[in-house]
């Protein structure tokens, strides 16, 4: 007999569990390796930062030693001007990546440089893109003098 769970749950709550489990364990350890050998920091860009369950979302990824200091602004459709925004307003941001799956149309040549796109068809983030990250943090260019 399968339980209906739904039933038992509110909508938040059943929704919150339903994102935690999409949520690879293996992807979260490369996203920490990453910001423990740089040293790095994650602010989510996410669209998961709208959701009522992010609170519940962010202090899992926490727990799971992700070191998410904040988030962008929402600006609807608009990732890249997020992102751009952010910078503008944490002038102490030297160097930083972008980890998606996606290229916004707003995406210019500067947030291009700083992407690590990866696959959502294949299994997105994985060991060449630990590298990748690793090496654009790590390295300075002409795009990192704001």
């Not at 920091?41 to 904040?70: A, C, H, M, T």
Request: hydrophobic letters at 35%.
């Amino acid at each position: 007999m399968k339980i209906n769970y739904h039933r038992y749950l509110t909508d938040d709550k059943y929704n919150l569990i339903k994102k935690i489990l999409e949520i690879d364990e293996n992807k979260l350890y490369l996203i920490k390796e990453i910001c423990d050998i740089t040293g790095s920091k994650v602010v989510i860009s996410s669209s998961w930062r709208v959701l009522n369950i992010y609170p519940q979302l962010e202090s899992y990824l926490i727990n799971k030693g992700i070191p998410i200091i904040d988030t962008t602004k929402y600006i609807k459709s608009n990732r890249g001007i997020e992102i751009k925004t952010y910078l503008q307003e944490h002038p102490e941001v030297i160097n930083y990546i972008i980890i998606d799956d996606d290229i916004f149309p707003d995406f210019d040549h500067e947030l291009l440089f700083h992407l690590i796109h990866t696959n959502f068809y294949n299994d997105g983030i994985n060991e060449d893109n630990l590298e990748d990250a690793i090496y654009k943090l790590k390295r300075k260019s002409f795009y990192d003098n704001r």
